[in-house]
């Protein structure tokens, strides 16, 4: 599977992005797929999950209640609706798939789609 991340850009404090993540070949409904995002100096952290249903997510707890992950199978196609976003959100955010693995454990994403860069300024 190939993944295309988009959406970045700037906002400001307080503002909403949603990024998308587009995938390519079959059977993308097949994969969990996972929001990560790295920061300058800062390593990679998965920010938020979903199970190949879209039954089950994970939030890392800096993002619980601002961000939302879901995903739109039809489309091949997860998203993530980024509110309230804040200076400390400004990273390039990446998404990424397992085929197999538990959804919120950052080692099992081995499709990575390209980064897209989010600034949170004023």
């Known amino acids: 599977v190939q993944l295309q991340a988009s959406g970045g850009g700037l906002v400001q404090p307080g503002g909403s992005l949603r990024l998308s993540c587009l995938a390519s070949g079959s059977s993308f409904s097949s994969y969990a797929v996972g929001w990560f995002r790295q920061a300058p100096g800062k390593e990679r952290e998965l920010l938020a999950s979903?199970?190949?249903?879209?039954?089950?997510?994970y939030y890392e707890d800096s993002v619980k209640g601002r961000f939302t992950i879901y995903r739109d199978n039809a489309r091949n196609t997860v998203y993530l609706q980024m509110n309230r976003l804040q200076y400390e959100d400004t990273a390039v955010y990446y998404c990424?798939?397992?085929?197999?693995?538990?959804?919120?454990?950052?080692?099992?994403?081995?499709?990575w789609g390209q980064g897209t860069l989010v600034t949170v300024s004023s």
């Open positions: 979903i199970s190949w249903s879209g039954e089950h997510t």
């Open positions: 990424a798939a397992a085929r197999s693995g538990w959804y919120m454990d950052p080692s099992v994403y081995d499709y």
